[in-house]
Every structure is written in structure tokens, then in C-alpha cells.
């Protein structure tokens, strides 16, 4: 079975602030790695994945993210945050064979402070 | 173009009761999910139809549970004699292949309160 853990379950930080959104897995066999984002009353939307090459994934809205197999990690990172960056984000996982359902961690609500 | 819908939005209903919630995937999408949110659980997933093939069932938490997708497009989640733990957001996604690394595409959700 695959698990998801983030790390902070609220983050907040400044405006135009650097901020890292910490996800951990675990898994017996090869995954894909996701991030989405929830906006308030809104459903979510996929800000990046993982699914092979370059461990450097470049999402929207100037999120990026690295995968490292060895710390089993997928942490989210943006140099600098702006209001409307407040949101849920989760971090989820898929086997990349077999079942094909989406694991994800509990969220991290991300709150800009002007 | 048009993203996942789901209907209704909000469902109020009494303990005991039964409740049909919809789901209109994206035009042309082959798979079709169900998760839902809630505060103790998290996003869980729920059920997964994938074209023609069975589907699959291993997320669904009771029999009061179950799910149908005719012709391959709009999907009902039928939830029976409702309990109060059954309040959540139910979140519908369709992704346009079977495979793992095709995107989901989530709807808005529908938010179930059950009194």
C-alpha cells in the first residue's frame, strides 16, 4: 500500500516570501508523484507531477517541485508567494502499474500574510 | 471547454434517508473517479470506472455505498440509508486514458449533510 505525509498541516507565511510545502511517501513499488491545489470552495487542480526524467518538475503559477528517491520525497517550493497563492495543497501518489487511484496526504493549508 | 460537473452542489438530508449524487465527466474522458473529502479522513478514494472493464470497488467504506456509469459517460453515486458520518464533499475526476500517468481532472464536489 501507498502513504502520504505532509509534514505542516498550516503554513503562513509573508507575501513575496520564499516557501517550501514538505511531502514524504512511502511505497513498495514505483509511483507517480502529484501536487494539487484547492482553492476555497473550489475543487482541486493539478499544479505538477512527477513521472520520470529530470527530478526538477516545473508546475504553474511558479511552483516547482524535486523529487528524491532516496528521502522518498516530493517537496513543493515557490521563490515568492503572492496573496492568491492561499489554498489547500496536497501532495498524492498512484502505483504506476495496477490499481490507478490517487493516495494523497492531508493537505497543507498555505496562508499569505500581506 | 467544459470541466467535470457535478451535481447537486449541496445536499441536505435526514439520517436514514437516500441520496443519488451526479457526476458529467469531461467530453471524451474513458476513466472516471469518486473520492471524498472530509475533515477526519481526509480525501479518500472511493471508486474507480475505467471503459468497459469492471470497475473498481476497494474504496468504498460500506454496502450503503455503490455506483453505476451508464454508457460510458455520466456517473451516480448512490449512497443509502445515510448515516451522519456520512457527511463529506463527494469529489468526482475523469481523466482522458486508463493509464497512471494521465492527468485527473477534478469537479467541484458535492458537500452531503447528513442530520
Known amino acids: 500500500a501507498q502513504s502520504v505525509t505532509q509534514l505542516d498541516s498550516q503554513v503562513p507565511v509573508f507575501e513575496e516570501a520564499p516557501v517550501e510545502l514538505r511531502c514524504n511517501y512511502s511505497s513498495s513499488v514505483s509511483v507517480y508523484l502529484f501536487w494539487y491545489v484547492q482553492y476555497p470552495n473550489q475543487g482541486l487542480q493539478l499544479l505538477l507531477k512527477?513521472?520520470?526524467?529530470?527530478?526538477l518538475v516545473k508546475g504553474i503559477n511558479g511552483f516547482e517541485a524535486e523529487f528524491n528517491k532516496s528521502q522518498t520525497s516530493f517537496h513543493l517550493r515557490k521563490p515568492s508567494v503572492h496573496i492568491s497563492d492561499t489554498a489547500e495543497y496536497f501532495c498524492?501518489?498512484?502505483?504506476?502499474?495496477?490499481?490507478?487511484?490517487?493516495?494523497f496526504g492531508q493537505g497543507t493549508r498555505l496562508t499569505i500574510n500581506p | 471547454g467544459a470541466g467535470v460537473s457535478q451535481s447537486p452542489s449541496n445536499k441536505v438530508t435526514e439520517k436514514g434517508k437516500d441520496v443519488e449524487l451526479r457526476c458529467d465527466p469531461i467530453s471524451g474522458h474513458t476513466a472516471l473517479y469518486w473520492y471524498r473529502q472530509s475533515l477526519g479522513q481526509g480525501l479518500e478514494f472511493l471508486i474507480y470506472?475505467?471503459?468497459?472493464?469492471?470497475?473498481?470497488k476497494s474504496g468504498l467504506p460500506s454496502d450503503r455505498f455503490s455506483a453505476e456509469r451508464t454508457g460510458g459517460s455520466v456517473s451516480t453515486l448512490t449512497i443509502q440509508r445515510t448515516q451522519q458520518e456520512d457527511s463529506a464533499v463527494y469529489l468526482c475526476?475523469?481523466?482522458?486514458?486508463?493509464?497512471?500517468?494521465?492527468?485527473?481532472?477534478f469537479g467541484p464536489g458535492t458537500r452531503l449533510t447528513v442530520l
Open positions: 475526476a475523469s481523466s482522458r486514458l486508463q493509464g497512471a500517468r494521465d492527468t485527473q481532472y
Open positions: 498524492a501518489v498512484t502505483r504506476i502499474q495496477g490499481a490507478q487511484k490517487l493516495v
Open positions: 470506472f475505467q471503459g468497459n472493464s469492471a470497475p473498481d
Open positions: 512527477y513521472l520520470s526524467g529530470s527530478t
